[in-house]
């Protein structure tokens, strides 16, 4: 089985074993991605293990590579 990767190309990189098992709780119950709308009200499918390790800037969405929804 392959190491789950994080967006940003790196192996998922928590630093804390509590978080990573309540964020991957939510991508069991929620899906994998989140749709989160930019200032344009594009909107695209992020994945909810990138958001809890970087954070996100609705400002960014567009150069981060994620998929248009």
Known sequence: MS???CHCGQPLHYSDQKIRAMVEHWVERLGEHIIVT????????VPRHYI???GIK????????FEEA
Do not use: I, V
Not at 38 to 45: A, N, V
């Open 58 to 65: 609705a400002a960014e969405l567009d150069s981060l590579g």
């Open 52 to 54: 809890a390790l970087h």
């Open 38 to 45: 930019d200032e344009s009200g594009r909107k695209f499918k």
């Open 3 to 5: 190491e789950a990767l």
